[in-house]
């Protein structure tokens, strides 16, 4: 929504609270985070809250306009959303540190390399000759999909082929994904239990708030 100038008011929600659900219940009976309220709409489930979007503001281009590049582009969001399991559970999602790049097992290289084949897939058949650098050529929500996994990569070090450095270069210097990253390196708290047991080669949160 950032990217594509969509406005809106961020309510923070701590995950580990211990008012967490209580605090979910207040918009939606069950819902999980993120969640959006549009007036008297509640949708939750980010593949859910995209599709919204797509419909609510039509002339943005949340998807792809080409009929081919959407079905792509909503195929890998979906795949993105259910899968990548040793990735997720090697890697967890980390902005404020960096780790030594290290094997860390074949089922993980499986899905970066699935990653970085699905990356290079959309870029080849439909962004590459747009002169724009995302997947799609212009930012999408596909992007935004992915966004967490290039996080990952960068945050452990990970290797991969050019073209892939050179999205995730795209999408790391964005201006909304800038914003987010300094929004996340100011918030005071760690969650200890997404912290990779392992140790930082380099700490960027803002320790003076801890």
Known sequence: ??????????????????????????????????????????????????EYLAERFAGLEVWPQQAGARALARSMSAEMHAG????????????????????????????????????????ETFGRHSGKPYLFGAFSAADAMYAPVVTRLDTYAIEVPTDARAYMDAVLGSAAFVEWRAAALQEPWVVEADEANEVAINVLRNTSAL
């Open 1 to 50: 929504m950032r990217a594509l100038g969509i406005p809106f008011t961020e309510r923070l929600v701590r995950l580990d609270a211990p008012n967490f659900d209580a605090q979910l219940a207040t918009v939606y009976e069950g819902s999980t985070v993120p969640v959006l309220i549009d007036k008297d709409v509640v949708i939750w489930e980010s593949l859910a809250i995209i």
């Open 84 to 123: 990548f399991p040793a990735l997720r559970s090697a890697c967890p999602m980390n902005l404020g540190k960096r780790y030594a790049a290290r094997d860390r097992g074949v089922d993980c290289a499986n899905d970066v390399a699935r990653v970085c084949q699905l990356w290079r897939k959309a870029r």
